[in-house]
């Protein structure tokens, strides 16, 4: 059950979790599925039913089998954790796991912990896996025992924590899977809109979701393909191939790196110099975009923006003084040229030649051309202030903020 899901040329959609094994006929539910060109991930919610699955399974190209055990029954199954070494290598994907803060039993609680903790410590061992992942009531639970480090995709199924949450979700480059159910709700479309496209997956959680004509099923997706497009305002082919191309990268195997973000964050970090930590940018950017996220869609004045962004960036450079429009060079006033410039933002050693990056902020509604701010940054890059690094940055202020218009490395 390795990651060839997504080779097979008639996969044109896919539903990363749904319980095959689970419907009266699962032969049936694949066929269809196989004949529409869905892919699927078949979620178990126990390792002992994922042989029998594996063996359902034979000879349907879009299926692959995820090990599981489902939160709900992981007081009941926990002694089945033994199979779990035998089994993690047969397969590139693990689901369904996770924590369920539905019941207010300590004990149940506590085993979920437990089993959690085991499942993400096995997969943290041999190659990355895809997890599938269910929070519902425990997300920052969720979060915490999964953590900021863990090595594989994360799928985020039927997810229903706060906008907070998100944000914290997409931090970690974690993934957002959609079934019919979610779009029927008004919490579940609100969601949808603060999860950025790329980051979207769809499901079904068949046959526990439900349609007008009974249990959904894989095919069912591609009425939530069909929501996906209005809602980002595209046609359903192009919506269809943003979710199988997300698909594609979440099952790539590097997962954590810069594939999962939205263009300004991998511009921001493919192009960063090598003087520079790329990701520490970007999480200074990202927390200005979140924690500051009123300022600009309240469209404040630039000063206040670059000031909080240097807030931002100061505890990531301990060694270095960041400061604001700061004017002096030494004594001298700092002149790039001819002219005597004001920057935005730099990270310097006051006093001292030691210049090691330069920011330009400005908002989305301004009506200066661009060129001005890059020739500028291009003049501090050169003798005498010889930055090592310059970077321009436009945000999106106004109520289409807060967001990234621009990024540029000069
Ligand atoms: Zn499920």
């Given at each position: 059950m390795t990651r060839d899901l997504i080779s097979d040329p008639g996969v044109r959609y896919v539903d990363t979790h749904c319980h095959v094994d689970l419907y009266p006929d699962p032969i049936a539910v694949m066929?269809?599925?196989?004949?529409?060109?869905?892919?699927?991930?078949?979620?178990?919610?126990?390792?002992?039913?994922?042989?029998?699955?594996?063996?359902?399974?034979?000879?349907?190209?879009?299926?692959?089998?995820?090990?599981?055990?489902?939160p709900e029954l992981a007081a009941e199954r926990e002694a089945e954790l033994r199979l779990l070494p035998a089994l993690i290598d047969r397969t590139d994907f693990l689901g369904e796991i996770g924590l369920d803060g539905s019941s207010s039993d300590a004990q149940a609680a506590a085993a979920q912990r437990r089993v959690l903790t085991e499942v993400l410590r096995s997969a943290a061992a041999g190659r990355p896996k895809v997890l599938t992942v269910h929070t519902r009531g425990a997300v920052r639970q969720s979060f915490e025992l999964i953590g900021n480090e863990f090595q594989g995709a994360i799928i985020l199924h039927w997810f229903t924590g706060t906008a907070r949450q998100i944000e914290q979700a997409i931090e970690r480059r974690w993934w957002f899977s959609v079934n019919p159910a979610m779009i029927e709700t008004a919490k579940g479309r609100t969601l949808l809109e603060s999860?950025?496209?790329?980051?979207?997956?769809?499901?079904?959680?068949?046959?526990?979701?439900?349609?007008?004509?009974?249990?959904?099923?894989?095919?069912?997706?591609?009425?939530?393909?069909?929501?996906?497009?209005?809602?980002?305002?595209?046609?359903?082919?192009?919506?269809?191939?943003?979710?199988?191309?997300?698909?594609?990268?979440?099952?790539?195997?590097?997962?954590?790196?810069?594939?999962?973000?939205?263009?300004?964050?991998?511009?921001?970090l493919r192009n960063a110099p090598a003087e520079i930590s790329g990701p520490l940018i970007l999480s200074a950017i990202q927390e200005l975009l979140s924690s500051d996220r009123e300022l600009l869609i309240r469209d404040v004045n630039e000063r206040t923006i670059t000031s909080s962004l240097a807030e931002h960036l100061r505890p990531r450079f301990p060694q270095w003084s960041v400061d604001c429009e700061y004017n002096r060079d030494g004594d001298a006033i700092k002149r790039a040229g001819a002219r005597s410039v004001l920057p935005d933002i730099i990270v310097h050693r006051r006093g001292a030649a030691d210049n090691l990056l330069v920011i330009e902020v400005k908002k989305s509604n301004s009506r200066e051309p661009d060129d001005l701010d890059l020739e500028k940054l291009r003049a501090f890059r050169r003798p005498p202030l010889q930055y090592q690094a310059a970077l321009f940055l436009k945000v999106i202020v106004g109520p289409d903020g807060p967001g990234v218009q621009t990024i540029q490395w000069v």
């Open positions: 066929r269809e599925a196989e004949r529409e060109g869905v892919g699927i991930i078949a979620v178990t919610n126990t390792p002992s039913v994922f042989e029998p699955m594996v063996r359902l399974a034979d000879g349907f190209s879009k299926v692959v089998v995820a090990l599981g055990i489902h999860v950025p496209p790329e980051s979207v997956l769809t499901e079904t959680d068949g046959p526990f979701t439900r349609t007008a004509s009974g249990p959904s099923r894989p095919v069912n997706v591609v009425a939530v393909v069909e929501y996906l497009a209005t809602l980002w305002r595209c046609e359903h082919e192009e919506a269809r191939t943003r979710i199988l191309e997300n698909f594609r990268r979440c099952t790539a195997g590097d997962a954590g790196s810069t594939a999962l973000h939205g263009a300004w964050q991998d511009t921001l």
